[in-house]
């Protein structure tokens, strides 16, 4: 672990460094990628221009929702997210050749042509999120307080796994980053509203089947003092590490079956 750890950060390094050699393009990409990503919120503004509440959530609540998403999946997209690009590889035979490398083959998937801009999805939802947490009306006592780190690590490791979920089931269909993205980014869009907006059987989905309600929404029915919409046990709402680790592991079980079923490109 300590080998494939220290093999990820040189390989890291070596992106940052060539990044680092266009200082005037990064800029651009980055505050170019916090714009873009902005829009979502703004859109979320524009809507409470029109309503007080969404689905019993104010703006305030519902930008904690949107900056914890947020940031989940843009640690999670940063640290791992190049993972995606797997059936690429596997199609032009790259994939081949991390294969007889000395380095695990997850380490140099998961950090070749590691993208530092995507800082800027990252960097816009704490500013979100830092307004949301001046406005929000919360008691805050320590149960809430431990929660929010706890949440948020967790959400990073969900996405995460999705992320490896999505590379491992390219070993079988090479054409399906979009299927991945549905999850992926698909799931940071849905989590970024209130679950209270969604019909039942999607909470029921996203609760027990793809764990994205363990991303926010159910902590943060703690942390803001709403009702379970489902109305599920309370313990629920602390559950988001056990969630991350289960669904962590069967990530790492896709990952080792897809690999062992890969048979190379013939190139």
Not at 102 to 123: E, H, M, S, Y
Not at 148 to 153: C, F, G, K, N
Not at 203 to 222: E, M, Q, S
Not at 226 to 247: E, I, N, R
């Amino acid at each position: 672990m300590a080998d494939a750890l220290r093999a990820y950060g040189w390989i890291v390094a070596m992106w940052v460094r060539s990044t680092m050699v266009y200082r005037a393009s990064f800029a651009m990409l980055t505050v170019g990628q916090f714009v873009v990503t902005g829009f979502d919120f703004v859109a979320i503004f524009i809507m409470f221009v029109h309503t007080d509440t969404l689905g019993g959530f104010d703006l305030p609540e519902v930008a904690f929702l949107y900056a914890t998403s947020g940031i989940a999946m843009g640690t999670a997209d940063l640290l791992i997210g190049s993972i995606e690009r797997l059936g690429r590889r596997i199609r032009d035979g790259s994939l081949d050749v991390m294969l007889i490398r000395p380095v695990p083959t997850f380490v140099q998937a998961a950090a070749d042509d590691f993208a530092l801009r995507r800082l800027g999805r990252i960097v816009q939802s704490l500013v979100v999120f830092g307004w949301a947490m001046v406005a929000v009306d919360v008691h805050w006592t320590w149960d809430r307080i431990v929660l929010m780190p706890v949440m948020l690590v967790s959400g990073t490791v969900i996405f995460a796994s999705i992320f490896v979920l999505g590379a491992a089931f390219q070993f079988a269909a090479t054409d399906a980053a979009e299927v991945a993205n549905a999850f992926t980014y698909g799931g940071n869009f849905l989590t970024q509203y209130p679950p209270t907006i969604f019909a039942k059987d999607l909470l029921r989905a996203a609760t027990f089947g793809i764990p994205l309600a363990f991303v926010n929404w159910l902590p943060a029915l703690h942390i803001l003092g709403h009702p379970d919409p489902l109305g599920l046990p309370k313990a629920f709402q602390f559950a988001s590490p056990l969630a991350a680790v289960a669904l962590a592991l069967v990530a790492a079980l896709a990952w080792r079956a897809g690999l062992r079923s890969y048979r190379s490109t013939g190139s």
